[in-house]
């Protein structure tokens, strides 16, 4: 069956159309959903729902050629939604950016798989309907091409990645911890930042007062608001130290004198402060780039000699926004669109079409990433 023929299958309810498309697509899907999911996730669980939501939502799709894609862009907020609000992103585990060229090997799915999906796409009873319904509903609104809308991981970066790596980011938060009780230890022992200034304190009326402002200076100037401060409420008289030789000494319990040489300044006007310049707003950093994924990565086409055959395959965003671009050095192959930007965590379907009188292998390449689709090609008998 060509995937044309494969819709048709399961919009009907056939339950060989649902197992064909299982023997086609299942290890595929479960691969992709591994490297999106942890461990403690489970992958089988996304692909089973992905089948399910299948028999419901694919009477939708536009173009039934591009089932493949179709499946894991549902695959994908199948995964997205077991990691929850504040997990998806890393989501899209390892990066595709990091893997190697190439197709990855297939991992294959549990081998009770096949069952489960054909028992709950299959199960008539109110409780199979009552469970496809549930399954369905959860996965969301679907685009006016019958693709689901993407889910958009929420939530910063770093929360993405804590989710995904706990240890790594419990290690790094234990080397902070350690960096920042040593720069703590560091400034106790050297006395702080800032020496303490010390207090001027004068006794005198029976109590006494404190001022944190610095004295007179040498050479007859004053403190920075040009007044002498009073203490216990009555302002002191400057005297020269010419006239009286105990100058520098207290001689009254009243009063403090000024060591300050000979004369005492005239008091000025107090400056007014300069007004403090406005900060700068500060430039935001610009967004980390993120990597590329692309699913699935062999197309197979088939068409009489002569005749187009298209397929799709999609381009996902991991950890930042991203300028890719799509080429292939083989004249017969031609892809749309072949470019693009994409946001964090949004995807792109991209459209491959062959037309060739004679079989052929191609290789189609996304960067950045230097990923690869290949494309193989046969002639319809």
Known sequence: MQDRELVAAIVAGDPEGIAEAHDRYAAPLYTYCRSMLPDSLSPAEAVADTFIIATVKLAGLR???????????????????????????????????????????????????????????????????????????????????????????????????????????????AVAAAVVAAGITALLISGGPHPAHASTVALGGGGFAASSAPPDLPGGRSSPSGKPRPASGRASTPASTADDPTAGKSTSPGALRSSAPTRSPSPSPSPSPSPSPSPSPSSSPPPTPGTLRVSPRVLDLTAAAGKPASGTFLVTTVGGPVHFVIGSANAKVTVSPSGGSLRSGSWATITVTVQSKVAFNARITVDPGNLIVTVRFTLKA
């Open 63 to 173: 173009d039934p050629d591009q089932l493949s894609s179709w499946l894991h862009a549902v695959a994908r907020n199948e995964c997205l939604r077991q990691l929850g609000p504040g997990g998806a992103a890393g989501a899209a585990g390892g990066g595709a950016g990091s893997a190697p060229p190439g197709i990855p090997p297939e991992i294959a799915p549990p081998g009770d798989l096949r069952e489960r999906v054909l028992q709950d796409c299959t199960d008539n009873t109110p409780t199979g309907r009552a469970h496809r319904a549930s399954v369905t509903h959860r996965a969301g609104p679907f685009g006016r091409t019958g693709f689901p809308q993407p889910v958009v991981p929420s939530g910063p970066r770093w929360r993405h990645e804590v989710r995904r790596h706990p240890r790594v980011a419990a290690g790094v938060a």
